[in-house]
């Protein structure tokens, strides 16, 4: 079974450029969590999404957005790009919401680079 | 503020010993601890998890303990390999759904052959 998949896996930007991340979660998976991980730190929570609707905002500005389609794959929009939005943009999708860190899978995700 | 921590960076240890990353954790309202490992790369792996109604969880070669008086989690790893070697986070799953994972800065694991 294929995991979780996450494209591109590498982007450069410029600043004020906008830029479109995709993710498509295990089979069968409803839910969609995306997070930031600066280098040398630990993941940051971004977004989650059930069921095509928004479940959880964590502490990001508004250029910050984020949809799940039909078929439960999801896309994290950044716009006027800044230089510190450079990270790795981690996906997981679970099955449902609801605690429970085993079935909560991550992808490789996408490194972003702001210039 | 509340926050998810560690005491150590990073840590190196010889293959075939036991391995120990320490997390601190402020929220004593926090009921749901995981252990992620992070390789080069990659996005973090799922180790274990434990309950706050529990102070020990063992699974293959790994355990979690979990001190709720000093607020404080631990990852044992047994006979550590060299494919042990990676980033490890503790994260704290705060409210009803998975939604808000807090996790630590992690620590660095390298195991020396």
């Known amino acids: 079974d294929a995991g979780v998949t996450q494209s591109p896996t590498h982007l450069i930007k410029t600043r004020g450029q906008q830029v479109t991340l995709r993710c498509s979660p295990i089979?069968?998976?409803?839910?969609v969590s995306w997070y930031q991980q600066v280098l040398g730190q630990g993941p940051q929570f971004i977004f989650q999404y059930y069921e095509k609707e928004e479940r959880g905002r964590g502490n990001f500005p508004d250029r910050f957005s984020a949809r799940q389609f039909p078929n439960y794959s999801s896309e994290l929009n950044v716009n006027a790009l800044l230089l510190g939005d450079s990270a790795l943009y981690l996906c997981?999708?679970?099955?449902?919401?609801?605690?429970?860190?085993?079935?909560?899978?991550f992808g490789s995700g996408t490194r972003l680079t702001v210039v | 503020g509340e926050s998810v921590g560690l005491h150590l960076p990073t840590l190196s240890v010889q293959e075939g010993d036991n391995s120990i990353i320490n997390c601190a954790y402020s929220n004593s309202a926090s009921d749901y601890f995981i252990w992620y490992k992070q390789e080069s790369g990659k996005g973090p792996q799922f180790i274990i998890d434990i309950r706050s109604n529990m102070d020990k969880r063992q699974g293959q070669r790994v355990t979690v303990l979990l001190n709720k008086t000093v607020k404080h989690l631990s990852l044992q790893i047994a006979a550590t390999q060299p494919g042990d070697s990676a980033v490890y986070f503790c994260a704290e799953n705060r409210g009803a759904n998975n939604n808000d994972m807090r996790f630590g800065a992690g620590t660095r694991l390298t195991v020396k052959p």
């Open positions: 997981a999708s679970s099955p449902r919401t609801g605690k429970g860190g085993y079935g909560y899978t």
């Open positions: 089979s069968g998976h409803k839910s």
